[in-house]
């Protein structure tokens, strides 16, 4: 991605309060399901914690300390400034890297998570260079784009070829968590609320505002804002038609 393009998306999602879809309801009900202890201190880390509206959850329901990784450092330190102003629990520790070149030690955790980011690295992949970072009976709770069923609109399969050609079916994510060490402890798909009302309509009406801001100055709108803007209302149109087909799946797992 160009420079400008990313400086662009930043400018797009750094005020919204998350980066993808998601809910606080389910950050917990997945938390739950990893049958972590929440009285003892516990070594967390959170893989694409853009502005950290998991990870605020997270550190509010847990004790001990939060790793909070993301590519962008504005994000990281977004989320340093949201944190200042909350009660609590876990201590936040924020790390710009990419999730493929962590500064961690091996079995140094008790949980990894991740809402909707590995796709950056690619599922089965990020499963297999994370793991060992993971302690034994450590937890990893990771949300991921999974297809509902096998009988799909071949429009639909045609735009994640090219978008994220390793969306698979939830069995087959399954299927990758078990092949690599895993116990599945649970799965939930996120709910359609997480998508429309969490995650679009504040994105939408960012997309309009920043629209209505450049009109209102006489400032012609430059090609990369209407790319961005373009697709952005494409995937928010997408997912309005197909989301029967396709969601987010929370895998909730344990290394055995
Ligand atoms: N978990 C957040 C953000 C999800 S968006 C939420 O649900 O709101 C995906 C995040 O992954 C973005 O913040 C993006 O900056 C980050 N990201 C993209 N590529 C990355 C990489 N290689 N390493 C670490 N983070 C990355």
Same mark, same amino acid.
């Given at each position: 991605?160009e420079?400008?393009?990313?400086?662009?998306?930043?400018?797009?999602?750094?005020? $919204? *309060?998350?980066?993808?879809?998601?809910?606080?309801?389910?950050?917990?009900?997945?938390?739950?399901? !990893?049958?972590?202890?929440?009285?003892?201190?516990?070594?967390?880390?959170?893989?694409?914690?853009?502005?950290?509206?998991?990870?605020? !959850?997270?550190?509010?329901?847990?004790?001990?300390?939060?790793?909070?990784?993301?590519?962008?450092?504005?994000?990281?330190?977004? $989320?340093? *400034?949201?944190?200042?102003?909350?009660?609590?629990?876990?201590?936040?520790? !924020?790390?710009p890297?990419?999730?493929?070149?962590?500064?961690?030690?091996t079995?140094?955790?008790?949980?990894?998570?991740?809402?909707? %980011? $590995?796709?950056?690295?690619?599922?089965?992949?990020?499963?297999?260079?994370?793991?060992?970072?993971?302690?034994?009976?450590?937890?990893?709770?990771v949300?991921?784009?999974?297809?509902?069923?096998?009988?799909?609109?071949?429009?639909?399969?045609?735009?994640?070829?090219?978008?994220?050609p390793?969306?698979?079916?939830?069995?087959?994510?399954?299927?990758?968590?078990?092949?690599?060490?895993?116990?599945? *402890?649970g799965?939930?798909?996120?709910?359609?609320?997480?998508? !429309?009302?969490?995650?679009?309509?504040p994105?939408?009406?960012?997309?309009?505002?920043?629209?209505?801001?450049?009109?209102?100055?006489?400032?012609?709108?430059?090609?990369?804002?209407?790319?961005?803007?373009?697709?952005?209302?494409?995937?928010?149109?997408?997912?309005?038609?197909?989301?029967?087909?396709?969601?987010?799946?929370?895998?909730? %797992?344990?290394?055995?």
């Open positions: 991605m420079q400008e393009e990313l400086q662009r998306l930043i400018e797009v999602f750094l005020p $919204l *309060k998350r980066q993808g879809p998601g809910s606080e309801i389910e950050t917990l009900m997945a938390l739950g399901l !990893t049958g972590l202890d929440t009285s003892k201190e516990v070594q967390v880390l959170d893989i694409g914690s853009g502005t950290g509206v998991q990870t605020l !959850t997270l550190a509010k329901a847990l004790k001990g300390t939060i790793h909070a990784v993301d590519l962008i450092p504005e994000f990281l330190d977004e $989320l340093e *400034k949201r944190s200042g102003g909350e009660d609590l629990s876990a201590t936040i520790q !924020t790390h890297c990419s999730m493929d070149a962590l500064p961690f030690s079995n140094q955790f008790d949980l990894i998570w991740s809402e909707g %980011a $590995l796709y950056n690295m690619g599922f089965e992949a990020a499963i297999v260079y994370l793991t060992p970072f993971l302690k034994h009976g450590g937890a990893l709770a949300s991921e784009l999974s297809w509902f069923t096998s009988n799909r609109p071949n429009a639909l399969d045609e735009h994640w070829a090219k978008e994220y390793e969306v698979g079916l939830v069995s087959e994510k399954s299927t990758i968590l078990e092949a690599h060490g895993y116990a599945i *402890k799965y939930f798909p996120l709910a359609e609320s997480s998508w !429309t009302e969490q995650y679009y309509a994105l939408l009406q960012r997309c309009d505002e920043l629209e209505n801001q450049m009109v209102h100055s006489g400032q012609e709108i430059d090609p990369i804002t209407q790319h961005i803007l373009r697709e952005t209302r494409a995937e928010a149109e997408l997912y309005h038609t197909y989301s029967q087909y396709f969601g987010y799946g929370f895998y909730i %797992a344990q290394k055995v």
